[in-house]
């Protein structure tokens, strides 16, 4: 590892801190702020977030080497860690440690934008059912139903196996369009008792059509439960993103994303662990601050703490 790319590092590591301590000191002086970082784990999940987040932005500084490039494939095949090569090389000669750093990009955007699809889908088909109810909600919640009742992977699955390869923006539009079941409900369920609230009868009496009413009175009273579901379905995007491209349909190589790094190093799990080893590793940890954070957030959003 080169000095500009230990320098990179320290500075992604410092920006995470920082943010970290700029939220907690404006969002402490709230008692939803104190809920959220009341969380043992809400601190630590959002520094990790901002650091990966600050590397992917980075790459190009942060990584000494070129992901795709095959360094030298006759002395530097499955090289263990060093100074030089911090995480080791892989099966190709490319340095580990270069290739985690450019797939936090291609994992982390596949994520963000994917759960962002599925939330934003989610959102509006659960509100249209249970804001217009009759045959509108019988409709929606029975396919609801039935994307509830099919395994998601196998639509995946199936789905990528009559495309052939998918690019990146059909696999963020896949994985999105397949996940925002369960969203839909839960906005549905918040959507049918404020449809009932003064303030949306209000707005009808004033001449407010359906539109309106929905995007402005009761789409930001469900924004909390939406705000969760988000951060949540981010750490399941990024283990469903895995999945698929170990199992070669995802993300295609020579462009590197965590499941595939895994894919490639699974032959020499034996001789060269650390292949797999750090992928899997830095999937993991994004997931469970992922989760810690929704966690949080959730806690820190729930109404029904607001006398606690």
Do not use: C, K
């Not at 369960?182 to 918040?190: D, H, I, M």
Request: no cysteine; net charge positive.
């Amino acid at each position: 590892m080169n000095l500009r790319s230990v320098i990179a590092v320290l500075i992604a590591l410092g920006l995470a801190l920082a943010v970290v301590g700029w939220v907690r000191g404006r969002a402490g002086r709230t008692v939803a702020g104190a809920r959220f970082f009341g969380h043992p784990f809400a601190g630590p999940g959002l520094g990790v977030l901002t650091f990966f987040a600050a590397m992917a932005l980075g790459a190009p500084f942060v990584a000494p080497f070129d992901p795709a490039a095959q360094l030298d494939i006759v002395r530097l095949v499955n090289q263990p860690p060093s100074w030089t090569h911090v995480l080791g090389t892989d099966a190709l000669s490319r340095d580990v440690w270069s290739r985690i750093v450019y797939g936090s990009r291609v994992s982390l955007s596949i994520g963000a934008l994917a759960a962002l699809l599925a939330v934003s889908a989610g959102a509006t088909i659960g509100a249209v059912a249970g804001y217009f109810r009759r045959w509108a909600d019988a409709v929606l919640m029975r396919l609801v139903d039935v994307g509830l009742a099919l395994p998601r992977i196998f639509l995946l699955i199936m789905i990528a196996g009559l495309w052939g390869q998918l690019p990146v923006p059909a696999l963020i539009a896949l994985i999105g369009l397949t996940g925002w079941f369960g969203t839909s409900r839960l906005v549905r369920a918040e959507v049918l008792s404020l449809r009932e609230r003064a303030f949306v009868d209000a707005a009808r009496a004033v001449g407010a059509g359906p539109g309106r009413v929905i995007l402005r009175h009761v789409l930001p009273n469900v924004a909390a439960p939406i705000i969760v579901s988000a951060a949540l379905g981010v750490g399941n995007v990024l283990l469903l993103e895995a999945g698929i491209s170990f199992l070669g349909i995802g993300v295609q190589p020579p462009r590197p994303s965590w499941g595939r790094m895994i894919a490639d190093g699974t032959e020499w799990l034996a001789t060269a662990p650390w292949a797999s080893l750090w992928p899997g590793l830095a999937i993991a940890i994004v997931v469970m601050s992922f989760n810690a954070v929704g966690d949080a957030l959730r806690d820190a959003l729930d109404p029904r703490r607001e006398t606690t």
